[in-house]
Structures are given as structure tokens and as C-alpha cells.
């Protein structure tokens, strides 16, 4: 499910090619590493003797009902605080604070670049803001209603449960050539990769037959954390040679175009 949360990073990078498209694609799954991460950290110690109260909100919970059916997804997630507009407004403050630094860095050392004009910190934080909302919307889209708007004022919970309906890929290549062979193979091999995943993911295991055994309720071991975030590393690296391979002339009217 997450390598369909990848199309608005295309769409952003369409609309402001100054910004990386390596990190346009971190902020649409910004919100997945954070509950991910979590889910590490607290190592599924969800109950009164989790040691910390904050990092074990975020966790997975066993649905036996939903496994016996074999559903999508069957278990509930529990993500108050990374999935919800409270955390979608911290994550993009602290990702905007790293980009920044990174282009600051990368100005000293190349010489090319120390005239270069950069965006502003808030016209940065608004472009990468609207990549990790991306996210935020879409899970409301096709999550049940288990998506938080803003936690800790409300509580309310949202989501439309479209999944089994709805899938949707955006690709945006208008407007640019000169795609070399890299962009070409980076191409293929991410089209492999999330076809595999998918596959994997709705046809692999079926669930049905381990619902008697485990617990209604009980935590669901982050077994598959590290290998979604291998996953991550290979998406994210892979878009390094979409994005060098364009050959976008990123001068300063292409950056005062949208401030």
C-alpha cells in the first residue's frame, strides 16, 4: 500500500523542480518512517509496562476477526500522533530543518552553487508540507476510520475504508527530456520492486490460517519494520537517478516562480 503514496512526490517535483525529488519522496512517507520508527523503539511494549508512555501510543494490534476473513490489513493500527494533521505540521518542521542544513552544507562545498538562490525556509516548508499531508489524505482515504486530526485537542477519528475499491498511481513525466539510460533503469527497477511488494502484499499470506493463533488484541511484532525499510532505502535511491537524469536548469526563476 505505501508505493502508491510515492505519486504526489512526481506531481510536487512537476511543480517546483528546484526541490529534490529525493526528498519530495521522503516527505510523502515521512509520517510512516515516524510510526515505524516507533513501533522499533517501543518494541511492541504496549502495556502499563511500556517505559515510555509517548513512543508506545504508536503500535499494531492483532483484529482475529479480520484475519479469519483474510482482509487487507487486518489488524488496528494505533498511530494517534504520526498519522494526523498535528504531526503532519511537526514532521514537515523538523524535515524542512534537515533539507535546509543539507543545502546549506552542499553550497560550501561546491563552488557552483554559492551564488545559487535557495527557497525560503516557509516557501520550503509549504512545498514539503503539502508531500506529508499527501500522505495524511490519502490514508483517509482508504484507512478505516482510524486517522487522527488533531491530537491532543480532539480525539475525533476519521477515514472513508476505501481500499477495497480504490487504486490509484500517478505518474507525471509531461514536460521533460533528455531521459538518459539511468532514468530508464531506475525506472524499471522501481516498477519490479513495487509490483513484487504488491503482490507479496495482497496475495502472500493468508491470514485466515493463524488467526486461532494469536491473541484478539494483542501486539503485532514489528518483524517486518527493517525490510520496509530497505524498501524505503531502495525507493529512495532509486529516485536519485530520476531525478539527476532530467536535467532541470534550477536557476533562481525557476524558484521565485512559485515563492
Not at 190 to 216: C, H, I, P
Amino acid at each position: 500500500m505505501f508505493q502508491g503514496h510515492y505519486g504526489p512526490a512526481g506531481v510536487l517535483h512537476f511543480f517546483f523542480p528546484d526541490v529534490s525529488l529525493v526528498w519530495l519522496l521522503v516527505s510523502t512517507q515521512l509520517i510512516d518512517i515516524a510510526y515505524f520508527t516507533l513501533q522499533l523503539l517501543c518494541q511492541m511494549n504496549v502495556s502499563h509496562e511500556c517505559p515510555y508512555d509517548f513512543l508506545c501510543h504508536e503500535h499494531a494490534t492483532f483484529n482475529v476477526e479480520l484475519m479469519r476473513r483474510n482482509a487487507i490489513f487486518p489488524s488496528d493500527i494505533h498511530s494517534e500522533y504520526s498519522h494526523s494533521l498535528t504531526g503532519s505540521l511537526i514532521l514537515t518542521f523538523i524535515l524542512t530543518i534537515l533539507y535546509s542544513m543539507v543545502q546549506k552544507f552542499n553550497s560550501k562545498k561546491s563552488v557552483s552553487n554559492l551564488h545559487h538562490h535557495h527557497r525560503s525556509f516557509l516557501s520550503l516548508y509549504g512545498v514539503l508540507f503539502l508531500g506529508v499531508v499527501s500522505h495524511w489524505v490519502l490514508d483517509v482515504l482508504v484507512h478505516r476510520p482510524d486517522v487522527t486530526l488533531f491530537p491532543p485537542f480532539t480525539s475525533v477519528r476519521i477515514g472513508l475504508g476505501m481500499i477495497g475499491i480504490l487504486a490509484a498511481k500517478i505518474r507525471v513525466v509531461g514536460g521533460r527530456r533528455n531521459l538518459d539510460q539511468k532514468f530508464w533503469s531506475a525506472f524499471v527497477v522501481y516498477g519490479l520492486t513495487a509490483t513484487a511488494v504488491n503482490v507479496y502484499a495482497y496475495f502472500g499470506d493468508d491470514t485466515s490460517k493463524r488467526a486461532d493463533q494469536v491473541v484478539d488484541g494483542s501486539p503485532v511484532p514489528p518483524d517486518l519494520v527493517p525490510l520496509i525499510f530497505v524498501l524505503y532505502l531502495v525507493a529512495f535511491s532509486v529516485s536519485y537517478f530520476l531525478d539527476s537524469s532530467y536535467g532541470v536548469n534550477r536557476d533562481e526563476g525557476d524558484v521565485k516562480k512559485w515563492e
